[in-house]
């Protein structure tokens, strides 16, 4: 990938002289055909839109916003602005009004462009008078509202082939962290660092080449799914939009990805899918199934640990792959080589499972904070319970006591708005990362938990609650773990579970989650295994604010919305002196049970 003069529409600019005919982007039209465009349309689109863009008033530095479902014409926007000299400002259509409005105010949006006009509303009255344009990608019936097509569509003359006004030291974008224990801040970042970025990620995963085919289906407001999208551009790979997530599934065939993003969540309910569908099959298939993964797991397990699998064993995941392996990674099309998982720790046991089906799932590790991604599991070079090793151009070292920091020129300077002092930057320019991590010989990261979660009980004992609750997730029906404790002798834990099964036989319910949870925990010292579990079938949602907008943990708020029934737990405890137990909340929305 070359350095196009370090700004983001340059990159566009090179794959477009090199290779203008190739196909660069697919949509979905509304007759369900997939429909191509080049890097010659791509390239057109932005220079037009940067152009429009001008003459309604953006430039350099303007700030204009950009809240729509993924497509084409998000990254055309982006593009565009960037070009025009402007900073953009992605906002997650399926965000909470609040959370928008609050992102528009603090960056005093010039303009923005939406996805179709019924999302103006989530902007609310307030910011929607201080925009100078709307531009919308669907076209509507307010008369004040630009068309997108009309902007992109115009002729490029020769006057205008300095259409490209974006500087490599300019502000690029602004990114807003999870809010996970407060208000989101945000980060400004430029054209340079976003195009260091890409390279990065290029350099990990090599085999990502021009025609690979990647899939856009993650909200483009999230900076993860945008990087891999600027990767497309950096090596000529061909992007799939997918507009509606919950529809992945169902295209994924069809777009035959090379590499797949994703988060944990969306990974253990693609687990649980391919059981139930298995589950589906006559008795003989699903022993055969279940035969070829036995099989497939001890080959995957041989080769992690750096040993050539037997003749028989080689023999039988032939037969394997050939009868059972192959087309249960078909669902995910036929190119697929690796996934890649961010956001939150996987759990091991479904790396594993994964794996013997011949899909490793690579964790990656990256702060907000920090453009370039902090570690990487990369294809051939990956460990399993670790978050990779370092990329390029980040250098780490761990902190007297433990803490993991990141220097480099991917590190931010300073928080949108805020005095540069407090970044958490040391005098040497290593940013503090927040987490406790261990480095391997061999330099693969090993994260032991966040320093704001982990918690000491009334024994002395320090508690990383993630690791216990990877190993609660395994349990079945339960979608959410959460563990509390501090202060008290032994942590506690909130299991939340779906409606089905909490509308089944509760006695039952907690039997079998208390006999899963006995299993999963047994290599656990007896601190860290909780003293008991509640059992819920409230989901956490964003709306309800348990939840970040990329589905992280909002512990503060979980531990006070559900402070009545942890309180009630924690009374039980007390009252059982030590003997099992099984009760019920006063409201009967809960369910407590020992272990």
């Not at 945008?226 to 169902?250: E, H, K, S, W």
Request: net charge neutral.
């Amino acid at each position: 990938m070359e350095s196009a003069g370090w700004t983001v529409p340059g990159l566009l600019c090179v794959r477009n002289s090199a290779n203008p005919d190739d196909v660069a982007l697919w949509q979905m039209a509304a007759d369900g055909k997939w429909l191509a465009s080049t890097w010659g349309d791509y390239h057109k689109a932005v220079a037009s839109l940067a152009i429009g863009l001008r003459t309604l008033g953006v430039a350099q530095g303007h700030r204009v916003g950009i809240m729509a479902a993924s497509c084409k014409e998000w990254d055309y926007a982006q593009l565009g602005i960037l070009a025009a000299g402007g900073v953009a400002i992605g906002l997650d259509p399926y965000g909470l009004d609040e959370h928008i409005q609050e992102i528009a105010r603090r960056c005093d949006l010039t303009g923005i462009v939406v996805g179709n006009q019924a999302l103006l509303d989530k902007l609310g009255s307030e910011v929607r008078k201080n925009l100078r344009f709307v531009v919308s990608i669907e076209t509507g019936s307010e008369p004040d509202v630009i068309a997108l097509d009309s902007l992109v569509s115009q002729n490029v003359d020769d006057k205008d082939k300095d259409w490209n006004h974006a500087q490599p030291d300019a502000v690029a974008t602004i990114i807003f962290t999870s809010g996970t224990t407060g208000a989101p801040k945000g980060i400004e970042y430029s054209h340079r660092q976003m195009c260091l970025a890409t390279a990065s990620v290029l350099a990990a995963f090599s085999d990502i080449r021009a025609g690979s085919h990647l899939a856009c289906w993650l909200p483009l407001s999230n900076l993860f799914q945008r990087m891999i999208n600027l990767c497309a551009i950096g090596c000529g790979a061909q992007t799939f939009y997918v507009a509606d997530p919950r529809q992945i599934m169902r295209f994924l065939p069809d777009i035959s990805p090379r590499l797949f993003i994703g988060v944990p969540r969306f990974y253990e309910k693609l687990y649980v899918g391919i059981q139930e569908a298995l589950a589906t099959k006559p008795a003989w298939q699903q022993r055969l199934a279940q035969w070829a993964l036995r099989v497939g797991d001890r080959h995957q397990v041989a080769l992690r640990a750096g040993q050539l699998p037997g003749l028989l064993l080689k023999l039988q995941f032939a037969l394997a792959e050939l009868v059972v392996l192959r087309k249960l990674r078909g669902i995910l099309g036929v190119n697929l080589q690796c996934m890649v998982s961010g956001s939150a720790p996987m759990p091991l046991w479904l790396l594993e499972r994964f794996h013997a089906m011949g899909l490793p799932i690579l964790e990656a590790y990256g702060l907000s904070e920090n453009i370039i991604p902090v570690s990487m599991n990369r294809p051939g070079q990956f460990r399993f319970g670790t978050v990779g090793r370092p990329l390029q151009g980040c250098d780490i070292r761990l902190a007297s006591d433990g803490e993991l920091l990141v220097r480099g020129p991917g590190v931010f300077s300073a928080y949108f708005g805020e005095d540069a002092a407090d970044t958490g930057i040391d005098q040497d320019g290593f940013l503090s990362s927040g987490d406790f991590a261990r480095i391997d010989d061999d330099g693969f990261i090993t994260l032991i938990g966040r320093k704001s979660e982990i918690f000491k009980t009334s024994t002395g004992r320090r508690v990383a609650p993630a690791s216990i609750e990877s190993l609660l997730h395994r349990l079945p029906q339960v979608d959410y773990a959460v563990v509390f404790g501090a202060g008290r002798t032994l942590p506690t834990a909130l299991l939340v579970v779906s409606e089905a099964a909490w509308q089944a036989d509760r006695h039952q319910l907690c039997e079998h989650l208390r006999a899963a949870a006995a299993l999963a925990l047994a290599a656990l010292p007896t601190y860290l295994r909780p003293a008991g579990l509640a059992v819920t079938p409230q989901a956490l949602t964003i709306a309800g604010g348990e939840l970040t907008a990329n589905l992280k943990l909002r512990r503060g708020t979980i531990e006070k919305n559900f402070s009545s029934a942890l309180n009630e737990l924690c009374m039980t405890i007390d009252n059982a002196a030590g003997a099992p137990f099984e009760a019920q909340s006063k409201d009967g929305r809960v369910l407590f049970f020992s272990l």
